[in-house]
């Protein structure tokens, strides 16, 4: 079946740090994969997605490569911020399967000033 | 105005209780779903629907059930709440699957369920 994982957090940086959280997949079909964020508070969004090998995806900031020879599609960002403290999920959506998304657990990202 | 809203935003039950969740949406959305959200567990898939006429159980849909109203409506109750039931629920819609294009997830804000 489909699966997501993700590096455990919470990831604590410092203001203007570098950003990397690891996602990898294990996916039938041709998977389409996505980056979302979660606010405190508030529900999930789309940060960002890919729906090919090779291609990047990139947002606010934030980008993603989806890598089909290592199932990967980890998340960075050069320079991060206090207000990108969220939670952020990976997750995919295989068209060959049962057509439903699977995420994965979340990362916490705590960014300190 | 929200594109899917849930109401309520916060709900406290006692155990044995019946509650429902409800979930709108203007999106115009084939496609609904019900997740919980636990620390550590991440989101797990209550029910999902594909359209009115159609409803399939997720990873863990005992002790729910759901309903869809109409294609902007889908509600989830718990039967008898049980305090595990405690946790973050959230509603999405996607657009519905067409090759070539990906399946983006829009949530709702959620709602935060206690059962004493």
């Known amino acids: 079946g489909n699966s997501v994982t993700q590096m455990e957090g919470p990831v604590t940086l410092s203001e203007e740090a570098f950003l990397t959280i690891n996602c990898t997949y294990t996916?039938?079909?041709?998977?389409?994969l996505f980056w979302y964020v979660q606010y405190p508070g508030e529900g999930l969004q789309l940060l960002l997605k890919a729906t090919k090998a090779d291609d990047k995806g990139s947002n606010k900031g934030f980008e993603a490569t989806y890598r089909k020879e290592t199932t990967s599609f980890h998340l960075e960002k050069g320079s991060v911020q206090v207000s990108d403290s969220a939670v952020y999920f990976c997750a995919l959506h295989a068209s060959g399967g049962s057509y439903i998304p699977t995420f994965g657990r979340g990362t916490s990202l705590i960014v300190h000033p | 105005d929200a594109d899917v809203t849930q109401t309520p935003r916060n709900r406290i039950t006692k155990t044995g209780k019946r509650i429902m969740l409800e979930c709108s949406q203007t999106?115009?959305?084939?496609?609904m779903y019900w997740y919980r959200q636990d620390p550590g567990l991440g989101l797990r898939l209550i029910y999902y629907s594909f359209d009115v006429k159609d409803i399939n159980k997720g990873e863990i849909s005992d002790g729910y059930s759901v309903s869809r109203q109409a294609q902007a409506k889908f509600s989830l109750s718990l039967e008898s709440a049980i305090p595990n039931q405690t946790a973050l629920y959230f509603c999405?819609?996607?657009?519905?699957?067409?090759?070539?294009?990906?399946?983006?997830?829009?949530f709702g804000p959620g709602t935060r369920l206690l059962v004493l």
């Open positions: 999106k115009g959305h084939d496609r």
């Open positions: 996916a039938t079909g041709y998977p389409s």
């Open positions: 999405a819609t996607s657009v519905g699957f067409d090759p070539g294009e990906e399946e983006t997830q829009y």
